[in-house]
């Protein structure tokens, strides 16, 4: 009896084994990101600085946040300080540039005119390359140009020249351009351009030299007037304005087509791969900006609705929305005119809102 009943003890830990062992070969269940504002993100700026709209936020390799704001949008009530006599003790603007260690501390601040180069009127997208050079864009109708700076603010590059757009097929002049991002491996820059012309246009990194652009579904773009966007009506064969564009590990762009709520996808070559549509009864351009997940198949889409003043987590392979998190408001966790997002290496998501939110929140993955 008892070598019966150490033969059964024997295989019942042996094919325990088994079992375990066949369950590690199995693909894990993907879990959806959730997040929890960090109500003490940033720390207090210095100087009795303040902000006006925050228009973007970019985040370097080293997890550094790099916030750009705009001076000129400061309120009356905000320049009692800057009044001879000053009349109370807020407020001076903070410069437009400012960058932030992880822990929410201010390194650095800088940016507005100077000698060689063209500040924009409006200040619009941040970007920090892989190299930690700072690009900046501006959206006023009199902005048609690209800057590029250094991590210390020292002047680099200009792409085209403040004035007039020569439309979405100029190799030399942007137009109104909205958001950059970079590509490493070919040392090219690209542009969603944007607020006055209608595609995305690539540069070389280093020369400012055009490479090459294209419109929506990578057609050449077109300056005809289109028609409004209409939910259940035709899609536009032309961008509406494209606001945000983003690059995945593998090597795909996504754009955001903010007045026509879609998400368009292209190889680096302009070839177009696929497309979502996002809150299609929202008639007011939803699609503010997006960024992807950090696990490593980059599973979700990450996606700021301005309008709603919601973050919606979607799925990348479909578009599929799987949660969302936020709500209009101006309390913590809340967003007022969200405009743009950025995410660290951790997954931690950082939001900037323009119009009058005029901050900065911070996102802890849970």
């Known amino acids: 009896m008892h070598k ?44 009795n600085w303040i902000w006006g709209q925050v228009s973007s936020v970019a985040v370097d390799n080293q997890d550094h946040l790099w916030v750009l704001h705009r001076p000129d949008t400061l309120l009356d009530d905000d320049k009692g300080a800057q009044k001879k006599p000053a009349a109370n003790r807020c407020c001076l603007s903070a410069p437009p540039v400012v960058e932030f260690d992880s822990q929410g501390n201010i390194i650095q601040g800088w940016g507005g005119p100077g000698q060689g180069y ?24 009199a902005d048609h140009h ?47 351009d944007g607020y006055g012309n209608r595609r995305v246009i690539v540069f070389d990194a280093t020369t400012g030299a055009y490479k090459r652009h294209w419109g ?39 754009v955001c087509d903010r007045p026509n709520n879609r998400i368009q996808v292209f ?45 919606y987590v979607l799925g990348r392979a479909d578009g599929r929305k799987l949660a969302s998190f936020g709500r209009p408001g101006r309390m913590a966790g809340e967003f007022r005119s969200l405009h743009n997002i950025a995410i660290d290496s951790r997954g931690n998501i950082y939001t900037a809102e323009a119009g009058f939110g005029r901050r900065v929140q911070k996102f802890l993955l849970q």
């Not at 680096?268 to 950090?294: C, H």
């Open 118 to 141: 063209d500040w924009p009127k409006n200040e619009h997208g941040i970007h920090v390359d892989w190299q930690g050079n700072v690009w900046i864009t501006g959206n006023d109708p």
């Open 146 to 192: 690209l800057l590029k700076f250094t991590r210390n603010g020292k002047f680099l590059l200009q792409i085209g020249k403040p004035g007039k757009s020569e439309g979405s097929n100029s190799t030399s002049q942007l137009g109104r351009p909205a958001a950059v991002e970079s590509d490493a491996g070919a040392n090219e820059i690209y542009v969603s």
């Open 216 to 254: 929506a579904y990578g057609a050449v773009p077109s300056d005809e007037k289109v028609a409004a966007y209409k939910p259940g009506g035709e899609p536009s064969k032309q961008f509406g304005n494209p606001h945000c564009l983003r690059f995945s590990k593998d090597n795909l762009l996504y």
């Open 4 to 47: 019966h009943l150490k033969m059964l003890l024997v295989f019942v830990v042996l094919a325990g084994a088994l079992i375990t062992a066949g369950c590690a070969t199995q693909p894990q269940s993907s879990t959806i990101p959730q997040y929890k504002v960090d109500p003490f993100w940033p720390k207090p700026l210095q100087d």
């Open 267 to 311: 190889h680096k070559n302009g070839t177009f791969v696929r497309e979502f549509l996002i809150e299609a009864d929202t008639l007011t351009g939803p699609l503010a900006d997006l960024v992807m997940s950090r696990d490593s198949q980059q599973q979700f889409l990450l996606v700021a609705d301005g309008s709603n003043s919601e973050i």
